[in-house]
């Protein structure tokens, strides 16, 4: 017997050798496999700021040598450049500032020995700076050449005193370079490093540039020698020159030391530190040579980097301590994915001896089971159907706050306070009869305070066939809780990183498309023209690959909200057509647009997130089909009483897809065919941003394909049924009878404002009218006299003559006594359309106008007075209590703003919905208007500065009027409200109070620029 207890013991011994080698095992191996992710993350920490450094050096030495070639400008400004000048123009570039590394600038002409004399007795005589001139002047060294190069003008002049007269070519190496330089006309950069004492012991290197005489040519090398001049240079102080691009580094554990390559052959050189190059710089303020680094090299990272220095090689070796680059969390992380494969290891393992022990001794197996559920870190129970405990754990006893012994037996509400024994018990009794397991998170706190976030799973326990028990087991999971509030948080950075990168990549994007797209004007070279257009279709291609990553990255940043508006199915499908008809007719393709019975045309939803999945589906149909037709259909799937779920599809006979395939579709970053030769490119984002759209709307997306069958791609959206009869968004959707009357009609439109005189002549004129512009009231009855018109468009306030003594006028004239007049303003008021139309004016609308507001009410008028076949009777222009002759149909805007310049930020700075009303959900004119208002409002500015100059409030109040409406008809809410309050100043305000709302407007419209620009790109299709 006691060999057999011997036995069983010595197994467990091993069996608990084996489950520790097994956990050491993987603690090793997660220890390894973490310590390689943190040093990779660290060396790539370490690149990166290295990389910065490098271009911020780079970038410093081409400055540097951009001032020696605007000392050259300067020379070329006038054929004797004096040195008064000369100083004013160093003295302007404020080096002190811009340019610290800079010691000296100066300039050295050009004297053949004959001249020497006379040069020598002209700078003594030079009294620009001096009255008594330098009648110690003298070319140092002394002596006889062919000729002389002296520092002649030298900034600051009072340090270099003493290299005043001296010849920089006495020195035969010196001369060599500035002849080469000279013959060549490019930059002599001295590669030879000097160590300059004062103030501190430093290394200092120089460039020159040769000048040459004005209106000579300088095409080869006997031009330029005849041409010569002189030279210009700059010397500067290495050591400040590197500092500063240091100074920019956040990590001051990356060290930098600077050589400059020795090697005088360009082909031999190289990126390796050798004996004879050159010290530069040390960031220990050193300029001896460093000496090797302590201890080991494999304990730090180390990199050489090139710098071009005009031609001349310098190499920044950059190193740091590898455990310095570590940050954070990472110092630990090795340690605790050791300890944590250990742990769960052998946990594990724990748990599986524990019951393979179990099935071999009953009384061994609850022992054995009791000694882990109370070291393990759960709370555990188990509740029978009368809410009595039969077992509760260590830490579940701790919780309650009573022995074990004294828990078990006894019901819930008898060890706990009501309220959570109530709540713990509504859930278990839902797991006693249903019988199936329940999980979830819940949350306590503890006597100390402390809150705990808990994951419980409460499962039934069968006994002979019926569920007797149920038990639960809670994780404390608050440092995971906290772990994933840290990844929520690091990819809403990452999501904001993608969107700012995507906004700041695009604006120098626009400016490489458009000056594709105007180069290609002028272009006749074949070549350069197909190059130019090879530009133009490539930033297209980038630009739309960087609009899908915006709209990724904003729908998971949780920053896209959709619209709601009403909006009329078949133009929809009309603008899919309208779009890519041309491209799928160059491929010879029919788009077939279906809408099946029953699917009410009139919904409200997001017309523009529709079109744009519609889009990529449709797109994307087209790319993969050679021929046949492609079907776009809208079918309703469930209709309710405010409701209506539509199906879309887009059906094409192309190259379909496997089951494979298909299965990673709608994926971020995926595609059907991922390899390298793949005949069709693609992010592989426009799929998944249909699916998170379509998901946004309510609905969800799916495919049905078989390879050479094509593919049917298709999405829902739960969308509201319309609430009101809804006005087409362009002049072709309009009803003909509505559009009739204004077809051929001509029309006056008087108004001030350059950006609404455009877009009320584009509105007119796409409805079919003939629209002549006048700039204010006088004009208008100018024009009136000479011809006729069949309706005046009149803005009320303007300058010269306002609208209301302008419609005066004309009632009182017999001749233009029964002209159609419609009143426009911005001031939408009782009193505003109660003064319109006792001035003597038919109509009253707002602006922003609404086109098909404007349309309706001109269908309106123009309709009647057709059927009446003669003018009106004349209105009085002063009797009161008079009402037009039909009702007044008017467009109520939303409330004034009573606050004026002080909160503007308050109102709504983009008002997308306004711009879609005011010009018919039409993304052309959209995109075109909102940036003709930017200029518009900038030359606005203008006007409104010289304004507050004068001192004119009289006038700076009619500006206001004037940019507001443009402001209100783009959406531009917060700027107008800036405009109103320039609108509603007084003399009593002063011109303080003018500046203070003046001094506001241009730095919110600089935010409305950028914001318009980004809404554009982002929300707006082309």
Not at 309 to 323: P, T, V
Not at 797 to 804: E, I, L, S
Not at 854 to 876: I, T, Y
Request: hydrophobic content about 40%; charged content about 20%; aromatic content about 6%.
């Amino acid at each position: 017997m006691r060999r057999k207890l011997r036995g069983l013991a010595s197994g467990r011994v091993l069996l608990w050798l084996l489950g520790l080698s097994l956990a050491a095992a993987v603690g090793a191996t997660l220890y390894a496999t973490a310590a390689h992710t943190v040093e990779e993350e660290a060396q790539q920490r370490f690149d990166n700021m290295n990389r910065a450094t490098q271009y911020s050096i780079s970038a410093r030495v081409k400055s540097y040598s951009d001032v020696v070639r605007g000392l050259v400008a300067l020379f070329q400004t006038s054929d004797h450049v004096s040195r008064l000048q000369f100083r004013q123009y160093v003295a302007a570039l404020d080096i002190g500032k811009h340019f610290p590394a800079i010691e000296a600038i100066n300039f050295a002409p050009n004297v053949p020995h004959g001249q020497r004399d006379a040069f020598v007795a002209a700078v003594r005589a030079d009294t620009s700076l001096t009255p008594e001139g330098y009648p110690k002047f003298a070319i140092k060294p002394p002596g006889t050449r062919e000729h002389y190069s002296p520092l002649t003008y030298l900034e600051p002049m009072g340090v270099l005193m003493e290299k005043f007269g001296v010849d920089i070519t006495a020195n035969p190496n010196i001369d060599r370079a500035m002849q080469l330089s000279r013959d060549t006309g490019q930059i002599s950069a001295s590669g030879q490093p000097v160590v300059v004492k004062q103030p501190v012991p430093h290394i200092g290197l120089g460039m020159r540039l040769p000048v040459y005489r004005r209106g000579m040519p300088v095409h080869d090398v006997s031009s330029r020698r005849a041409a010569f001049l002189g030279s210009v240079g700059i010397g500067f102080s290495v050591a400040k020159l590197i500092q500063g691009a240091i100074d920019e580094m956040a990590d001051r554990d990356v060290h930098m030391i600077l050589y400059a390559d020795a090697s005088v052959d360009p082909e031999k050189r190289s990126l390796i530190i050798e004996k004879d190059d050159r010290l530069l710089f040390n960031d220990n303020g050193s300029i001896d040579k460093p000496a090797a680094l302590p201890g080991d090299h494999s304990d730090y990272f180390i990199s050489v980097l090139p710098i071009d220095f005009n031609g001349s090689l310098w190499k920044a070796q950059f190193y740091a301590r590898k455990d310095a680059m570590i940050e954070g969390l990472d110092r630990w992380f090795p340690l605790i994915a050791m300890v944590t494969g250990f742990a769960g290891t052998l946990l594990i393992y724990g748990y599986s001896f524990t019951m393979y022990s179990q099935r071999r001794n009953a009384v061994e197996q609850r022992r054995l089971l009791d000694s882990v559920l109370d070291n393990v870190d759960a709370h555990v129970y188990m509740k029978d159907q009368g809410r009595r405990y039969v077992y509760v754990n260590a830490k579940m006893a701790e919780v309650i706050g009573s022995p074990v012994e004294e828990i078990i037996g006894k019901l819930d509400i008898e060890v706990m306070n009501h309220r959570d024994a109530d709540e713990a018990w509504h859930e278990d009794r839902a797991v006693l009869a249903d019988g199936q397991k329940r999980s979830g998170e819940a949350s306590y706190t503890d006597r100390h305070g402390v809150v705990h976030h808990l994951w419980t799973v409460k499962a039934p326990v069968r006994l002979d066939k019926d569920v007797s028990v149920v038990i639960a087991l809670s994780t404390d999971v608050t440092e995971l809780h906290m772990l994933k509030e840290q990844a929520r948080a690091a990819n809403q950075a990452k999501s904001d990183f993608l969107s700012n990168m995507s906004h700041e990549i695009r604006t120098p994007m626009n400016s490489v498309i458009g000056m594709a797209h105007l180069a290609l004007k002028g272009a006749t070279n074949p070549k350069q023209k197909d190059y130019l257009q090879k530009i133009y279709h490539s930033g297209q291609h980038l630009l739309g690959i960087i609009n899908d990553i915006l709209d990724f990255s904003k729908i998971e940043a949780g920053k896209l909200d959709l619209e709601v508006l009403d909006f009329a199915l078949e133009s929809l499908l009309s603008n899919i057509s309208s779009q890519l008809g041309d491209a799928a007719s160059r491929k010879g393709l029919e788009l077939v647009f279906e809408i099946w019975p029953g699917l009410s045309h009139q919904l409200r939803g997001d017309p523009l997130r529709l079109e744009q999945v519609l889009l990529n589906f449709t797109s994307n149909a087209i790319k993969f089909s050679e021929n046949n037709k492609i079907y776009i259909r809208a079918r309703p799937v469930e209709d309710r009483d405010n409701y209506t779920v539509v199906r879309f599809e887009v059906q094409d006979n192309g190259i379909g897809m496997t089951p494979a395939q298909v299965s990673s579709l709608f994926q971020s970053f995926q595609q059907g065919d991922t390899s390298t030769t793949r005949k069709y490119g693609g992010t592989g984002l426009g799929l998944v941003i249909s699916k998170q759209l379509a998901e946004l709307m309510g609905g969800t997306v799916g495919v049905e394909s078989a390879p050479g069958h094509g593919s049917t791609f298709w999405f829902t959206a739960k969308l509201q049924k319309g609430t009101h009869l809804l006005q087409a968004t362009d002049s072709n959707a309009l009803q003909p009878d509505m559009l009739a009357p204004i077809h051929g009609a001509s029309i006056l439109l008087v108004e001030d404002n350059i950006f609404s005189q455009q877009v009320g002549q584009e509105l007119l004129e796409d409805a079919g009218a003939t629209v002549v512009v006048a700039n204010n009231g006088k004009e208008a009855i100018d024009l009136l006299l000479k011809e006729h018109f069949d309706c005046v468009l009149m803005d009320v306030q303007m300058p010269v003559m306002d609208g209301y003594e302008a419609t005066r006028l004309i009632r009182a004239h017999p001749k233009l006594a029964g002209t159609l007049i419609i009143a426009m303003t911005a001031n939408a008021g009782r009193e505003d359309q109660a003064r319109c139309l006792s001035a003597g004016m038919d109509e009253f609308v707002t602006k922003p106008i609404a086109p098909n507001l404007l349309f309706s009410v001109l269908s309106k008028w123009m309709s009647q007075r057709a059927a009446e076949g003669r003018p009106p009777a004349v209105r009085s222009t002063t009797a009161t209590g008079l009402q037009p002759a039909a009702p007044v149909l008017t467009l109520v805007p939303a409330p004034e703003p009573q606050h004026e310049a002080g909160p503007a930020a308050e109102a709504e700075l983009f008002d997308l919905r306004a711009l879609a009303q005011t010009f018919g959900n039409k993304p052309e004119k959209m995109r075109k208007y909102a940036n003709m208002f930017i200029d518009s409002a900038q030359d606005g500015l203008r006007e409104v500065q010289a304004a507050l100059d004068a001192g004119d409030l009289v006038r700076l109040s009619e500006l206001g009027h004037r940019i507001k409406s443009s402001a209100r008809a783009v959406g531009a809410m917060s700027f107008a409200d800036l405009c109103l309050a320039l609108e509603k100043l007084t003399p009593a305000d002063g011109v303080e109070r003018a500046a203070a709302i003046v001094g506001q407007m241009q730095p919110l419209l600089d935010r409305l620029r950028e914001h318009i620009a980004q809404e554009m790109n982002a929300n707006i299709p082309g």
